[in-house]
Nanobody
């Protein structure tokens, strides 16, 4: 079993920045994929960004150039640096980890972009 703990959400003004963190613990394997989904009010959950243990990344078109995903394998942690935030980025952000053909989810962290 894998346990994911997210942190870093909060309230920020448009144009501001936040950094989300997701720390994994438990039965950790060195080959994995991790990343973030989000679900805004009245919207479906969507992929924001992902990263593999090898460092390959992918991003939703809506966040390219503004968000950066990174990882620290020694800490089993993935980060999402979010810059130039917009009101439409408001959502609950969920961390995930894929390993051994299973997907694990975090509990979610709220990001609100508002003036």
């Amino acid at each position: 079993q894998v346990h994911l703990v997210e942190s870093g959400g909060g309230l920020v003004q448009p144009g501001g920045s936040l950094r989300l963190s997701c720390a994994a613990s438990g039965s950790i394997f060195s080959i994995y994929g991790m990343g973030w989904y989000r679900q805004g009010p009245g919207k479906q959950r969507e992929l924001v960004a992902g990263i593999t243990s090898g460092g390959s990344t992918n991003y939703a078109d809506s966040v390219k150039g503004r968000f950066t995903i990174s990882r620290d394998n020694a800490k089993n942690t993935v980060y999402l640096q979010m810059n130039s935030l917009k009101p439409e980025d408001t959502a609950v952000y969920y961390c995930y980890r894929d390993q051994q053909n299973r997907r694990y989810w975090g509990q979610g962290t709220q990001v609100t972009v508002s003036s």
